[in-house]
């Protein structure tokens, strides 16, 4: 069975401090996105990758950054956490190809910040 | 800006009943549509997709329909059971850019 994984089902951080949220998939897919879904608002993309070392902003890229060094691998940092990014991140994986995209989404990471 | 609308925040049904869930959307670059469905503590699964060169899309007891003079497409689950409780989020895709609603959270009682 393909997966996504999520390595943090649950994180509770402080201001200012730094946050990795790490996503691995196991289906060799070259896309991969991050997402944060907050109640009202849907899923709104943070960042995405196309290939390895290869990343773009999403729609609220500010206060994020990631990192993709492996082909299977996807990290989201959060260089100085803010109360205001306290929300359900999202990773996804995709194949390449053109028309249907269908996302495959890990469990997901409940971030709080206090 | 929300290119795709759902306007329903939550739906009640009755098992055994059909579920209607709606989306639209203002970009007409958006060719292809799908739905995906969320449990609690789960991330989405693709639920149903439909191209724009289609108006119907049936997959057992979900069918998706889409009306593009209006900007507009539904989820239709016939019967509706239990199991189906869960928020969907209807999704649409032009140019490599995918955009979501805010979902849909449906209960079905028994």
């Known amino acids: 069975d393909v997966k996504v994984t999520q390595s943090s089902r649950y994180l509770v951080k402080r201001t200012g401090e730094k946050v990795f949220l790490e996503c691995v998939q196991d289906m060799d897919h070259e896309n991969m996105f991050w997402y944060r879904q907050d109640p009202g608002l849907g899923l709104r993309l943070i960042y995405f990758s196309y290939d390895v070392k290869m990343k773009e902003k999403g729609d609220i890229p500010e206060g994020y950054s990631v990192s993709r060094e492996k082909k299977e691998r996807f990290s989201l940092i959060l260089e100085s956490a803010s109360t205001n990014q306290t929300s359900m991140y999202l990773c996804?994986?995709?194949?390449?190809?053109?028309?249907?995209?269908?996302?495959?989404f890990g469990a997901g990471s409940r971030l709080t910040v206090l | 800006d929300q290119q795709v609308k759902q306007n329903s925040p939550s739906l009640s049904v009755q098992e055994g009943r059909i579920s209607i869930l709606n989306c639209d959307y203002t970009n007409s670059m958006f060719d292809y549509f799908l739905w995906y469905k969320k449990y609690p503590a789960e991330g989405p699964t693709f639920l149903i997709s439909i191209s724009s060169i289609k108006d119907k899309n049936e997959d057992g007891r979900f069918t998706v329909f889409l009306n593009k003079s209006a900007k507009h497409l539904s989820l239709h689950i016939v019967p509706s059971q239990p199991g189906d409780s869960a928020v969907y989020f209807c999704?649409?895709?032009?140019?490599?850019?995918?955009?979501f609603g805010a979902g849909t959270r449906l209960t079905v009682k028994p």
């Open positions: 996804a994986s995709s194949l390449f190809e053109s028309g249907a995209n269908v996302l495959t």
């Open positions: 999704a649409a895709l032009g140019n490599n850019d995918m955009r």
